[in-house]
Structure formats: structure tokens, C-alpha cells
């Protein structure tokens, strides 16, 4: 069962903003919702993360409802260099009977920036 | 300096064959981890080490297996490739153990072709 759903693909233009939404119904009391960033052939890098309201970095900002049901990584302003993949993640909390967490990560969104 | 390395970048092998991959993080950090990610982009975690000790291991077939001979590094060994193994496998540190609020700090990844 999957723990967060985002949309597969997003297409903008250069300039626009980007908001990329993400559900994560089953959020525990606990958990922190973070966004990560993964260009092609490299690693996904930490880009945000946030509780709830809002969380603004030199990135993005981070737009979480008081319900935590689901949260919104607003990228302003893109350039083509932003075109890449963007997960989203909350913590897997039942660990199969150990007391530590793991992270799991959806399918991602493709954000394509055109020209 | 790369935070996290892992080497080769590029492996094609053989099915049948035995093959390693290599990472090492000079970040301090405590925690270790191997992902796949899969051609639909979807990232797996398969192992966590601390401190060199084994805290998630999931299902993944006994045919992988992580070593860790210290805390700054954590490699994966692959007996008898199938070509179902082909992916690219993410290493990946955290500071922390219980990663609620704590960054994954991942590798340029190693893109795995099992022919």
C-alpha cells in the first residue's frame, strides 16, 4: 500500500510556478513530510521538509494543511534546470516490529520545464 | 570532496556472474543504506546499517548481501545476477538511525545491466 500519492508528470514553461501536490493519507502523528529532488543520473538531494502550515527555503516552499492529509512543494518561478523527478516522502512507521522508521518513497513526479 | 561515493558507475555483467558495489560517505554519518530504483522510478529501500549493525533488511533475496567493515562504508554484493536485477542502486547516509526528520544524503548511483 502505497504511502503517498503525487501525480506521475507535470509539464510547465520557464518562469511559471510549479505546485506539485502530494496525499498522504495515512500520516502518522509523528511523521515529517519531506520533498526530495533527483536529476538525471544522479541521486535524489533533500530539497524541503515541513510539519505542517508553511516552510519556505531558498528552494521552495512547503504547504502543509492543518490535517496533514496532504502537502504541496511550490517551486517559484522554474528554469529548465528544475525539470527533473520530485518525490515526495512521510515515514513508514510500521517497521516490521523494530523501533526505527524508513523512508519510503513514491513513483515520483516528472516535472518537465519548457523553453 | 563527494559526500557519498559509490563505485563502479556503470556495471554490465552477465547473468550467473557475482558482482560487488562499493560506497563510502566521509559526512561522519551513522546511518547507511542501499535503494534500488526501478526504470519506473520508484525508489526501494533494501538495507539499512548502524554503525555496522543490520537494522532493516527487507525482502530482498538472500542472493544480496551488505557488508559494512566500518561505519563509513557499506557495500553490496550480488550473487548469481538475474536479469531482473538490473536497475540502478542508490547508497545513501543519514546522520540518525530513526529518520523522521533527518536527510538522506544518497550517491550518483551505479546503473546495474544484467545481460
Known amino acids: 500500500l502505497a504511502k503517498t500519492t503525487q501525480p506521475i508528470s507535470m509539464d510547465s514553461y520557464e518562469g511559471q510556478e510549479v505546485n506539485i501536490t502530494c496525499s498522504h493519507n495515512?500520516?502518522?502523528?509523528?511523521?515529517?513530510i519531506t520533498w526530495y529532488q533527483q536529476f538525471p543520473s544522479q541521486g535524489p538531494r533533500f530539497i524541503i521538509q515541513?510539519?505542517?502550515t508553511k516552510v519556505t527555503n531558498e528552494v521552495a516552499s512547503l504547504f502543509i494543511p492543518a490535517d496533514r492529509k496532504s502537502s504541496t512543494l511550490s517551486l517559484p518561478r522554474v528554469s529548465l534546470s528544475d525539470t527533473a523527478v520530485y518525490y515526495c516522502?512521510?515515514?513508514?512507521?510500521?517497521?516490521?516490529?523494530?523501533?526505527?522508521?524508513?523512508?519510503?518513497f513514491g513513483q515520483g513526479t516528472i516535472l518537465t520545464v519548457h523553453p | 570532496d563527494t559526500a557519498v561515493s559509490q563505485t563502479p558507475k556503470y556495471l554490465v555483467t552477465q547473468m550467473g556472474n557475482d558482482k560487488s558495489i562499493k560506497c563510502e560517505q566521509n559526512l561522519g554519518h551513522d546511518t547507511m543504506y542501499w535503494y534500488k530504483q526501478d526504470s519506473k522510478k520508484f525508489l526501494k529501500i533494501m538495507f539499512s546499517?548502524?554503525?555496522?549493525?543490520?537494522?532493516i533488511n527487507e525482502t530482498v533475496p538472500n542472493r544480496f548481501s551488505p557488508k559494512s567493515p566500518d561505519k563509513a562504508h557499506l557495500n553490496l554484493h550480488i550473487n548469481s545476477l538475474e536479469l531482473g536485477d538490473s536497475a540502478v542502486y542508490f547508497c545513501?547516509?543519514?546522520?540518525?538511525?530513526?529518520?523522521?526528520?533527518?536527510?538522506?544524503?544518497f550517491g550518483s548511483g551505479t546503473q546495474l545491466s544484467v545481460l
Open positions: 546499517y548502524n554503525n555496522k549493525e543490520l537494522i
Open positions: 495515512n500520516i502518522a502523528t509523528n511523521d515529517y
Open positions: 516522502l512521510v515515514v513508514d512507521n510500521n517497521a516490521g516490529g523494530t523501533s526505527y522508521g524508513k523512508l519510503t
Open positions: 545513501a547516509s543519514s546522520q540518525v538511525k530513526f529518520v523522521t526528520n533527518e536527510k538522506l544524503f
Open positions: 515541513g510539519y505542517k
